[in-house]
């Protein structure tokens, strides 16, 4: 399971759950297609032409599995960086490919769901075009207006040579796998035909756990011999399949199904799964498990596994229950407990069957239950990164649980939602608030400050508390170093050294892998990296704060005197500068204000520590921290934080006197 949590198996996992979910819509309308011919046939309705109707099923479903390709190469593409509409021309040509290859004597036929070409075609094809550009590239000049035109020549030999790389590939995998299948086919080695039904299963529920229609997958590989054989009179082990395995289609769809509408906590999740209910009723369960399962390492183990319990326990009913069978045929699409009631002319069948159905689905629910109490932020956070357009992943805290943990919290969800997709480039932005040195009488540093920009309107980060407590403040704190760092560059060109204070949420200095990133991206640039107290709790971020150190940067102990203070941190801790927290400033005309003041000031002035004082917003104010020998202030009574357009002419014409 380590494997799967990877930051960039991860990356990809999603990416074909986007692709998946992005083919939903079609997978509906064929769905309807399919329920829609099965009313027909059973109601004997003669008004609509039935070769007609399933001639247009059969062509509209044909297509599944190419409109899957070209969904997975666009995402692959978007993820990857490479040109979209270059990946899918190439995903669609070597799907074609591919099926031509395995039916060579036969006109071109697209194949019926999810096949193996679906996924290898467009993942492997784009891949090789990412791999491949630098060698293959025209590389020709693309900064003049003809940028588009020109992007596409650059491909045109990068496409033939993924091309011919992927159908090799494709064709020596198939070689081998042919000698392995047939050499080691699990299913026509001499085994109990129950044992052989078991590994098909198991089979089946794979592929269509990694987005391949499992039954055709399967049919494919190793026939399906073994459906027909009879294993009771007038029952084939193929009918013991439909009625107490499959119940609800693959995984035991209905179960699953029951399972997310009581335990789903997404409303979108919710929507489709009352849209599934009907098929799921007759075995169609194309719909549900491409909303969910596909790629689900949370659904895994209930998907693969509940049909093989289903399995082991209808094989103990049937042997134990004196049960006989009619000659009723029943068919696939026949819905749970009617088709158990023909086959037997019992009740005792759809009372067992019904008895699976709650087995199944209290282990469902289990499962569902984890699956959305940590999908809910996994999602967010990749949602958050990608808005902010974060290339690489950032571990969130470790304990993210805890904010789950929390009722109140987990009430407040839906707001998160809705604030996560709303953050973007073009609604967050950076401004600066002045440090002014009293000594030198300069404007030279500045913090970075986060504003939100509400339909033109300016605010501060109304929404810092909620996506702070959600474990996603690294993402924050990783997006605001990257404009900062943009900024600082573009001041270098205009012949403008500022100093930038940054601050880091405790999280983030948690987080080895978001330091490792900050601290490179700032090599060289002259910045302070301010932190809270209560950061020098936790040893890893103890750990990364030694390391900016080590790296030479400035450290900043931010809100000194309120929370969690202690002059311990004073005694342990090696920092350059101390900023007195506004609750204090505001207490600065008391007696008593002005002598906890005072003192803190004339302490760190002993360990050598620099002093800014924030939330300076009077004359009165200004005059005593003066007299106390401050060496930076911080506040409205100077200037609020400033639009980056303006932070250079703000530096440039500072002047005290004119305060």
Same mark, same amino acid.
């Given at each position: 399971?380590?494997?799967?949590?990877?930051?960039?198996?991860?990356?990809?996992?999603?990416?074909?759950?986007?692709?998946?979910?992005?083919?939903?819509?079609? +997978?509906?309308? *064929?769905?309807?297609?399919?329920?829609? /011919?099965? #009313?027909? !046939? @059973?109601?004997?309705?003669? &008004?609509?032409?039935?070769?007609?109707?399933?001639?247009?099923?059969?062509?509209?479903?044909?297509?599944?599995?190419?409109?899957?390709?070209?969904?997975?190469?666009?995402?692959?593409?978007?993820?990857?960086?490479?040109?979209?509409?270059?990946?899918?021309?190439?995903?669609?040509?070597?799907?074609?490919?591919?099926?031509?290859?395995?039916?060579?004597?036969?006109?071109?036929?697209?194949?019926?769901?999810?096949?193996?070409?679906?996924?290898?075609?467009?993942?492997?094809?784009?891949?090789?075009?990412?791999?491949?550009?630098?060698?293959?590239?025209?590389? +020709?000049?693309? *900064?003049?207006?003809?940028?588009?035109? /020109?992007? #596409?020549? !650059? @491909?045109?030999?990068?496409? &033939?040579?993924?091309?011919?790389?992927?159908?090799?590939?494709?064709?020596?995998?198939?070689?081998?796998?042919?000698?392995?299948?047939?050499?080691?086919?699990?299913?026509?080695?001499?085994?109990?035909?129950?044992?052989?039904?078991?590994?098909?299963?198991?089979?089946?529920?794979?592929?269509?756990?990694?987005?391949?229609?499992?039954?055709?997958?399967?049919?494919?590989?190793?026939?399906?011999?073994?459906?027909?054989?009879?294993?009771?009179?007038?029952?084939?082990?193929?009918?013991?399949?439909?009625?107490?395995?499959?119940?609800?289609?693959?995984?035991?769809?209905?179960?699953?199904?029951?399972?997310?509408?009581?335990?789903?906590?997404? !409303?979108?999740?919710?929507?489709?799964?009352?849209?599934?209910?009907?098929?799921?009723?007759?075995?169609?369960?194309?719909?549900?498990?491409?909303?969910?399962?596909?790629?689900?390492?949370?659904?895994?183990?209930?998907?693969?596994?509940?049909?093989?319990?289903?399995?082991?326990?209808?094989?103990?009913?049937?042997?134990?229950?004196?049960?006989?069978?009619?000659?009723?045929?029943?068919?696939?699409?026949?819905?749970?407990?009617?088709?158990?009631?023909?086959?037997?002319?019992?009740?005792?069948?759809?009372?067992?069957?019904?008895?699976?159905?709650?087995?199944?689905?209290?282990?469902?629910?289990?499962?569902?239950?984890?699956?959305?109490?940590?999908?809910?932020?996994?999602?967010?956070?990749?949602?958050?990164?990608?808005?902010?357009?974060?290339?690489?992943?950032?571990?969130?805290?470790?304990?993210?649980?805890?904010?789950?943990?929390?009722?109140?919290?987990?009430?407040?969800?839906?707001?998160?939602?809705?604030?996560?997709?709303?953050?973007?480039?073009?609604?967050?932005?950076?401004?600066?608030?002045?440090?002014?040195?009293?000594?030198?009488?300069?404007?030279?540093?500045?913090?970075?400050?986060?504003?939100?920009?509400?339909?033109?309107?300016?605010?501060?980060?109304?929404?810092?508390?909620?996506?702070?407590?959600?474990?996603?403040?690294?993402?924050?704190?990783?997006?605001?170093?990257?404009?900062?760092?943009?900024?600082?560059?573009?001041?270098?060109?205009?012949?403008?050294?500022?100093?930038?204070?940054?601050?880091?949420?405790?999280?983030?200095?948690?987080?080895?892998?978001?330091?490792?990133?900050?601290?490179?991206?700032?090599?060289?640039?002259?910045?302070?990296?301010?932190?809270?107290?209560?950061?020098?709790?936790?040893?890893?971020?103890?750990?990364?704060?030694?390391?900016?150190?080590?790296?030479?940067?400035?450290?900043?102990?931010?809100?000194?005197?309120?929370?969690?203070?202690?002059?311990?941190?004073?005694?342990?801790?090696?920092?350059?500068?101390?900023?007195?927290?506004?609750?204090?400033?505001?207490?600065?005309?008391?007696?008593?204000?002005?002598?906890?003041?005072?003192?803190?000031?004339?302490?760190?002035?002993?360990?050598?520590?620099?002093?800014?004082?924030?939330?300076?917003?009077?004359?009165?104010?200004?005059?005593?921290?003066?007299?106390?020998?401050?060496?930076?202030?911080?506040?409205?009574?100077?200037?609020?934080?400033?639009?980056?357009?303006?932070?250079?002419?703000?530096?440039?014409?500072?002047?005290?006197?004119?305060?």
């Amino acid at each position: 399971m380590k494997f799967l949590l990877n930051k960039r198996i991860v990356a990809f996992i999603i990416t074909l759950q986007e692709a998946f979910v992005a083919v939903i819509p079609f +997978i509906i309308f *064929t769905a309807f297609l399919m329920l829609f /011919y099965i #009313f027909i !046939n @059973y109601f004997n309705i003669s &008004f609509i032409p039935k070769d007609l109707l399933d001639k247009f099923t059969k062509t509209v479903t044909s297509f599944t599995s190419l409109i899957a390709t070209v969904s997975i190469a666009f995402f692959v593409a978007k993820r990857i960086k490479v040109s979209e509409i270059i990946a899918i021309i190439l995903s669609i040509v070597t799907f074609l490919s591919i099926t031509v290859y395995e039916n060579p004597k036969f006109p071109l036929i697209l194949p019926y769901g999810f096949t193996t070409a679906t996924i290898f075609a467009p993942i492997v094809s784009t891949y090789f075009l990412k791999i491949l550009y630098p060698k293959f590239s025209l590389h +020709i000049n693309l *900064t003049d207006g003809n940028y588009h035109i /020109y992007r #596409f020549f !650059n @491909y045109i030999f990068v496409f &033939f040579a993924a091309y011919i790389a992927t159908m090799v590939l494709y064709i020596s995998v198939d070689a081998i796998m042919d000698i392995i299948i047939d050499k080691y086919n699990p299913l026509v080695i001499n085994l109990p035909n129950i044992i052989i039904l078991a590994i098909r299963d198991f089979l089946v529920q794979l592929f269509w756990f990694i987005g391949i229609h499992g039954e055709h997958m399967v049919n494919a590989l190793f026939g399906k011999e073994i459906l027909f054989r009879q294993m009771f009179p007038n029952l084939t082990y193929g009918e013991f399949h439909r009625i107490f395995i499959n119940i609800g289609g693959a995984g035991v769809g209905l179960s699953l199904l029951i399972a997310l509408l009581i335990h789903a906590k997404d !409303n979108t999740v919710k929507t489709l799964s009352k849209i599934a209910a009907p098929f799921v009723i007759f075995n169609i369960n194309d719909i549900i498990i491409f909303l969910i399962v596909v790629f689900n390492r949370f659904l895994f183990l209930p998907f693969v596994f509940l049909p093989l319990l289903n399995l082991i326990l209808a094989y103990i009913f049937i042997n134990i229950v004196p049960l006989s069978f009619s000659t009723y045929h029943v068919i696939w699409s026949t819905p749970v407990f009617i088709d158990g009631f023909l086959k037997t002319n019992s009740f005792i069948v759809p009372a067992f069957q019904l008895s699976l159905i709650v087995i199944d689905t209290i282990i469902y629910s289990h499962f569902i239950k984890k699956y959305f109490e940590i999908q809910s932020l996994e999602n967010k956070k990749y949602i958050l990164q990608n808005n902010l357009e974060i290339k690489d992943e950032i571990r969130a805290k470790k304990d993210i649980k805890a904010f789950l943990a929390n009722q109140e919290l987990i009430e407040a969800n839906t707001k998160l939602n809705e604030l996560i997709n709303d953050l973007n480039q073009n609604n967050l932005l950076i401004y600066y608030q002045p440090k002014i040195d009293l000594k030198y009488n300069k404007a030279q540093k500045f913090e970075a400050l986060i504003r939100y920009n509400d339909n033109g309107q300016i605010k501060g980060p109304f929404f810092l508390d909620i996506i702070e407590k959600s474990g996603l403040a690294p993402i924050i704190d990783i997006w605001v170093c990257q404009q900062v760092k943009e900024d600082l560059q573009t001041w270098q060109l205009q012949n403008f050294f500022p100093q930038i204070s940054i601050n880091l949420h405790p999280d983030t200095l948690k987080s080895s892998d978001a330091m490792d990133k900050i601290i490179e991206m700032f090599k060289d640039e002259n910045v302070v990296f301010e932190v809270i107290e209560r950061s020098f709790v936790d040893s890893n971020a103890k750990e990364n704060i030694n390391k900016l150190i080590q790296h030479k940067y400035l450290i900043s102990i931010d809100d000194f005197g309120v929370g969690y203070s202690s002059l311990e941190t004073l005694i342990k801790n090696k920092f350059d500068e101390l900023k007195l927290d506004k609750t204090l400033i505001d207490e600065i005309e008391t007696k008593k204000g002005f002598l906890v003041c005072q003192n803190t000031v004339n302490l760190c002035k002993d360990l050598n520590i620099k002093v800014v004082a924030e939330g300076v917003e009077t004359k009165a104010q200004l005059n005593s921290l003066r007299f106390m020998d401050v060496d930076y202030i911080q506040g409205y009574y100077f200037s609020p934080a400033l639009p980056f357009e303006k932070v250079k002419e703000f530096s440039e014409n500072f002047n005290l006197s004119d305060f």
